[in-house]
């Protein structure tokens, strides 16, 4: 279900012309064709030439036609800093952005992971002095083990270990969820259409927000206004029986 909610009474009139250039870079055309066009007009330079040296004489402000005002500069400049102010970003670009970014954080977390779990590796080897030692000899054998090399793990180790799953998880959804919006075209259709009805720009979200248990997607902007999205994303669900049956352990 799709919920559209404090809309502005502002719309565009370039809605459902997603193909034609945005109005920024169509003003940023204008004015730099309007310069461009002197700049040819200044050829008029060669014909002033040719007529000088037959000894004719061009009028007073034949080079009117072809200078260019403080207006036009004003205009061709302020028109730039507005394309460079722009974020042209669509829903499916700021999705696959946050995809992205979502990616570089579970693969941090997972670096994470693997350090926390090297710190943890004793428990194995105790495992492995542990696993047959049924006889007295043996048992002692173990202890002596332990007494020689400190193989107690610490509560900051854990804390570590236990933080990085949690951290492997929250990014992992994230970046499916992400992903899943970008390739949903009612999902990005959506967010563009209220984007521009809007008259803001997808990418002056100030949060986008994905919430598994409840299968929530809501990206925000200011000033109130947000769109949520609930159950789009139930066939994309992976359970822990499917993770951990698809895994495979190491040793």
Do not use: C, P
């Amino acid at each position: 279900m799709l919920k559209k909610l404090l809309t502005a009474a502002v719309f565009l009139s370039v809605l459902g012309q997603a193909a034609h250039a945005d109005e920024t870079v169509a003003n940023l055309y204008n004015a730099a064709d309007a310069i461009r066009q002197k700049l040819e007009l200044s050829n008029h330079a060669w014909t002033v030439d040719m007529h000088a040296h037959q000894g004719n004489i061009v009028e007073t402000g034949v080079s009117n036609e072809a200078m260019i005002s403080e207006t036009m500069v004003v205009q061709y400049n302020n028109a730039i800093q507005t394309v460079l102010n722009t974020s042209y970003l669509t829903a499916k670009d700021v999705f696959e952005e946050k995809h992205n970014e979502a990616i570089d954080n579970m693969h941090m977390a997972i670096d994470d992971l693997m350090g926390a779990t090297t710190k943890l590796s004793t428990v194995s080897v105790v495992a492995e002095l542990a696993v047959n030692a049924d006889t007295t000899q043996e048992q002692m054998q173990v202890q002596q083990a332990l007494e020689q090399t400190d193989m107690t793990i610490t509560e900051a180790d854990v804390n570590n270990y236990n933080t990085a799953l949690n951290d492997v998880e929250k990014f992992a959804q994230q970046a499916g969820a992400f992903l899943s919006a970008a390739q949903d075209e009612s999902i990005t259709s959506a967010v563009d259409n209220y984007s521009a009805q809007n008259n803001i720009a997808v990418a002056s979200y100030s949060a986008i927000e994905y919430t598994q248990d409840i299968d929530k997607f809501v990206i925000s902007y200011d000033n109130d206004l947000y769109m949520s999205f609930s159950g789009f994303f139930q066939n994309k669900m992976v359970s822990a029986d499917d993770i951990y049956n698809n895994t495979m352990y190491v040793q």
